[in-house]
């Protein structure tokens, strides 16, 4: 059974950095597709970055590029999201995602995306 953990949130200010690790284990994690993915009270799962197997391709959408980064240290089979010059907008709970399935597709759907990890809340004061 494929576990994903994430840490590494909390409080900061616009204009700081954080950087979010996912923990994965239980199967051949580091042959999927991953991702991070944001949520807030009443909207829908929304992708943030993901990365391919071998961390050769990697997709953000347009609210996050250029200042997140979205990396895999397969070694470890860590999954990581560094975030700079955050937002007030940037703040919610932040999910670690894989892709089931053998393939270099990077969704940008939750729906597909097999497993889930807890959430990790960011919240980014003005």
């Known amino acids: 059974q494929v576990q994903l953990v994430e840490s590494g949130g909390g409080l900061v200010q616009a204009g700081d950095s954080l950087k979010l690790s996912c923990a994965a284990s239980?199967?051949?994690?580091?042959?999927?597709?991953m991702g991070w993915f944001r949520q807030t009270p009443g909207k829908e799962r929304e992708f943030v970055a993901g990365?391919?197997?071998?961390?050769?391709?990697?997709k953000y959408t347009d609210a996050v590029q250029r200042r997140f980064t979205i990396a895999r240290e397969s070694t470890k089979s860590m999954l990581y999201l560094q975030m700079n010059s955050l937002k007030p907008e940037d703040t919610a709970v932040y999910y670690c995602?894989?892709?089931?399935?053998?393939?270099?597709?990077?969704?940008?759907?939750?729906?597909?995306?097999?497993?889930w990890g807890q959430g990790t809340q960011v919240t980014v004061s003005s």
């Open positions: 995602a894989l892709r089931w399935r053998l393939d270099v597709a990077i969704p940008i759907m939750a729906n597909e995306y097999e497993y």
């Open positions: 990365i391919t197997w071998n961390g050769e391709r990697t």
């Open positions: 239980g199967g051949p994690v580091n042959t999927y597709t």
